[in-house]
């Protein structure tokens, strides 16, 4: 069982977002807002809250916005300086990177979550590494990536954020097949991606938070094609399981899925709720909204 502090991760932001179309024909789908921030700054802090020092991100053609977001904008400090907007200043504070801390890769040919990783191997080189999927934001009270850290402390090996879903939902994910159930910790004997309903081994589903073993790194050059015919990056932890290095990790937090509308909006509305600069106001239309509603039925 090997262990060492994770210190890098790697953002997959490849994908094309067709499922928000029209508006990701002109902007990336991780610079869509929730309340104010773009879903990739909050993939970024809480990778930040658990001690990650470098950021690799997956990108394709057409996601450039992403990297000015991540980028200094002078002018614009400037005149915020000038105009003594302190309090803006220090909300831009938070997308700034340290030099040479951030790198951007890119995938050539979309050929799955695995492939996407696997852009990354020089960079990762013979470290453990997390990964996070902004699409899956998930609200808690100590961030998901810190507590999986702190799990990782006491297990090493592969460990990936899980969480119980509707047994009809199953085959939208990757599931873990439960070998020993510790509660927050559980072992797997087995994970497969996307499994047909009837053929989930159980309902425990993988949640787009990894911290890996350079391992997985070496599966994935066997460029093996799995579900949809694509190159799974389940499928390269899952060659972990016969050495006994693969947890799920029940996280403490509330999963929104911010890769689908239903999702976006329902994290729309919590995350407003949870702002204390607008929840009285927000709280009080979502009230007159839903008695409305229920009116008009
Ligand atoms: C990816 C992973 C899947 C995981 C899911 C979590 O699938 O391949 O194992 O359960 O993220 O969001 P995707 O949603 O990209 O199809």
Known sequence: MSKRKVTKAIFPVAGLGTRFL??????????????????????????????????????????????????????????LKKAGKEQLLDILKDTNMDSGAIAYLRQDRPLGLGHAVWCARRMIGNEPFAVLLPDDVIAAEKPCLQQMVEAYEQTGGNMVAAMEVPPEKASAYGVLDIGEDMGSIVKAKGMVEKPKAEEAPSNLAVIGRYILSPKVMTNLNKMKHGAGGEIQLTDAIAEEVANGEVYGFRFRGQRYDCGSKAGFLQATVAFGLARPDLRDEFNAYLHDMVALQKAAQ
């Open 22 to 79: 029209p508006a990701t024909k002109s902007i990336p789908k991780e610079i869509m807002t929730l309340v104010d921030r773009p879903l990739i700054q909050y993939a970024i802090d809480e990778a930040r809250a658990a001690g990650i020092k470098e950021f690799i991100f997956v990108t394709s053609r057409g996601k450039s916005a992403l990297e000015d977001y991540f980028d200094r904008a002078p002018e614009l400090e400037s005149s």
